[in-house]
């Protein structure tokens, strides 16, 4: 990865607080991939005592996990102390006075402040695409699943945004879409990093925008802007976004303009250890029937 592309988490943590108030309204995409990554858990059979959502924004997935799962504790993270607190409200006011409400956890993907098997499930919707590693992510996530714990995750793929991409060419030497990386890269890092049974597929899904500024003002208001070192630094000058507006105009298919975007789903294990803490193997030992 150039220098270009690496993330600069400080712009993204004050990118994401800016947009917490306003994400709801304009997350119309994370909320249906959402969605669809919960019907994927009906044909899994996990009984996790806690739950990471990892990257959970303003925790639109909490309810329903604890529908789910109506035991486990909770906890939500995300590099934004705005989201983290929008999150941690949506758990009823009577779950809190239990204090069998959402556990805030306000971190970074790449340096979780977790203890080696904390969680049974680590649960990331469209998050691991703001990791400028997301090997590193990968590995905090085992690091923190109990044995025999489910990672399930959500990301985008490289198409994302590619009529953006395409009209910002030639314009400026700037970055203007963030790199997504691609899904057989992801599931070998996941191999790598010593996962069990990993399954990955993707999904392509077309929003379309009246023009280039209502995309621009959905992608700002959830918080999703150009966060890269080789970003222009202060507004986009005038020239460079009549150029995009023109480009992006050629795509224009019965009265709007498309956005698409790659949607990569994954799920693996981790493991249970072979050796006991004393370098003994663990020999499994079934009855007979």
């Given at each position: 990865m150039s220098d270009q592309q690496v993330l600069d988490k400080?712009?993204?943590?004050?990118?994401?607080?800016?947009?917490?108030?306003?994400?709801?309204?304009?997350?119309?995409?994370?909320?249906?991939?959402?969605?669809?990554?919960?019907?994927?858990?009906?044909?899994?059979?996990?009984?996790?005592?806690?739950?990471?959502?990892?990257?959970?924004?303003?925790?639109?997935?909490?309810?329903?996990?604890?529908?789910?799962?109506?035991?486990?504790?909770?906890?939500?993270?995300?590099?934004?102390?705005?989201?983290v607190r929008r999150a941690h409200r949506r758990a009823p006011w009577w779950r809190r006075m239990l204090g069998r409400g959402v556990v805030p956890v306000c971190a970074d993907l790449e340096r979780l402040p977790l203890s080696e098997g904390a969680v049974g499930m680590v649960w990331s919707n469209l998050a691991l695409q703001w990791t400028n590693e997301p090997q590193r992510a990968f590995a905090e996530f085992k690091r923190v699943l109990a044995p025999g714990g489910l990672l399930m995750f959500s990301t985008f793929g490289p198409d994302t945004l590619k009529e953006l991409r395409a009209a910002y060419h030639g314009t400026d030497g700037h970055t203007h879409v963030n790199r997504f990386v691609d899904m057989h890269d992801l599931g070998d890092m996941l191999v790598r990093a010593g996962y069990a049974d990993p399954v990955m597929d993707m999904e392509y899904m077309t929003l379309t925008y009246p023009d280039v500024r209502a995309l621009?003002?959905?992608?700002?208001?959830?918080?999703?802007?150009?966060?890269?070192?080789?970003?222009?630094?202060?507004?986009?000058?005038?020239?460079?976004?009549?150029?995009?507006?023109?480009?992006?105009?050629?795509?224009?298919?019965?009265?709007r303009l498309p956005a698409t975007f790659e949607i990569v789903y994954g799920h693996a294990w981790k493991p249970q250890p072979r050796t006991m803490a004393d370098g003994r193997p663990v020999i499994p030992i079934k009855a007979r029937s």
């Open positions: 400080r712009q993204l943590r004050r990118s994401f607080e800016k947009a917490a108030a306003t994400y709801d309204a304009s997350a119309v995409l994370q909320h249906e991939v959402g969605r669809r990554m919960l019907s994927r858990l009906d044909y899994i059979r996990h009984e996790p005592a806690s739950i990471l959502d990892a990257g959970s924004g303003t925790g639109d997935a909490l309810a329903a996990l604890q529908a789910r799962h109506p035991r486990a504790v909770l906890l939500a993270l995300d590099i934004a102390l705005a989201m621009m003002r959905d992608l700002k208001a959830i918080g999703a802007r150009n966060v890269t070192r080789g970003r222009r630094q202060g507004m986009t000058a005038r020239a460079t976004l009549a150029a995009v507006t023109r480009n992006y105009e050629a795509l224009r298919r019965d009265g």
